[in-house]
């Protein structure tokens, strides 16, 4: 009996001893907030840039209807023009240093406007065209080839055999569909050199420079 006692007081005894487990410490979850940003609202606008066209340094060369148009090209542009002309010259007679002089006369010229051919509509001879060009992309420049105008009041062959020669290495503008009045049959009047030019001036390709 006695036995039974002491044993009942060392298990009352273990019970009261025991630790009991600490409670566990539930928390609620936070609450997530949701933004729905619509279409291009956070997003800064995109702004285009502005472009203009850039005025270039043309040199115009060649016999006297490139001496008539480049005496009114301060009138009609903002683009720096200069001029190296000589009357009765002929495509073969700019070919060489009369060429590479004129062009070495104007550093910095990127576009190079030819006015040739005027005194070669009788024996059509188109030889020399290819040197006038390389020495032209030589020099880094845009080339643009001026046809005679229609001349006596006619309409010429080496128009046509220019054209062909040039190809695609110039722009070429073909002067006998421009209404152009030439009071001497061969050379313009005043406004017939600024329709002129400006014609020329128009096939120039452009550079555009952005603007901040």
Same mark, same amino acid.
């Given at each position: 009996?006695?036995?039974?006692?002491?044993?009942?007081?060392?298990?009352?005894?273990?019970?009261?001893?025991?630790?009991?487990?600490k409670? /566990?410490?539930?928390?609620?979850?936070?609450?997530?907030?949701?933004?729905?940003?619509?279409?291009?609202?956070?997003?800064?606008?995109?702004?285009?840039?502005?472009?203009?066209?850039?005025?270039?340094?043309?040199?115009?060369?060649g016999?006297?209807?490139?001496?008539?148009?480049?005496?009114?090209?301060?009138?009609?542009?903002?683009?720096?023009?200069?001029?190296?002309?000589?009357?009765?010259?002929?495509?073969?007679?700019?070919?060489?240093?009369?060429?590479t002089?004129?062009?070495?006369?104007?550093?910095?010229s990127?576009?190079?406007? /030819?006015?040739?051919?005027?005194?070669?509509?009788?024996?059509?001879?188109?030889?020399?065209?290819?040197?006038?060009?390389?020495?032209?992309?030589?020099?880094?420049?845009?080339?643009?080839?001026?046809?005679?105008?229609?001349?006596?009041?006619?309409?010429?062959?080496?128009?046509?055999?220019?054209?062909?020669?040039?190809?695609?290495?110039?722009?070429?503008?073909?002067?006998?569909?421009?209404?152009?009045?030439?009071?001497?049959?061969?050379?313009?009047?005043?406004?017939?050199?600024?329709?002129?030019?400006?014609?020329?001036?128009?096939?120039?390709?452009?550079?555009?420079k952005?603007?901040?």
């Amino acid at each position: 009996m006695k036995i039974i006692g002491l044993f009942a007081l060392l298990l009352s005894s273990c019970v009261l001893h025991r630790e009991l487990p600490k409670p /566990v410490e539930v928390r609620e979850p936070e609450p997530i907030e949701l933004h729905w940003a619509r279409p291009n609202e956070t997003e800064a606008p995109v702004e285009e840039p502005t472009l203009i066209a850039w005025p270039r340094k043309v040199l115009v060369v060649g016999d006297s209807e490139a001496c008539a148009v480049g005496a009114i090209a301060p009138e009609i542009t903002t683009h720096a023009v200069k001029v190296s002309c000589s009357s009765g010259t002929t495509i073969q007679d700019w070919t060489g240093r009369k060429l590479t002089s004129a062009i070495a006369s104007a550093p910095g010229s990127d576009v190079v406007i /030819v006015f040739l051919g005027g005194n070669n509509i009788v024996n059509e001879d188109v030889d020399g065209i290819d040197q006038i060009i390389d020495a032209i992309w030589k020099h880094g420049a845009d080339c643009v080839w001026v046809s005679n105008a229609a001349l006596f009041d006619k309409k010429w062959r080496i128009n046509e055999l220019m054209k062909a020669h040039v190809g695609e290495r110039c722009k070429y503008l073909d002067s006998e569909e421009l209404p152009l009045n030439l009071p001497d049959k061969l050379h313009p009047d005043r406004a017939s050199a600024r329709l002129w030019l400006n014609a020329a001036l128009e096939l120039m390709p452009k550079i555009y420079k952005e603007v901040k």
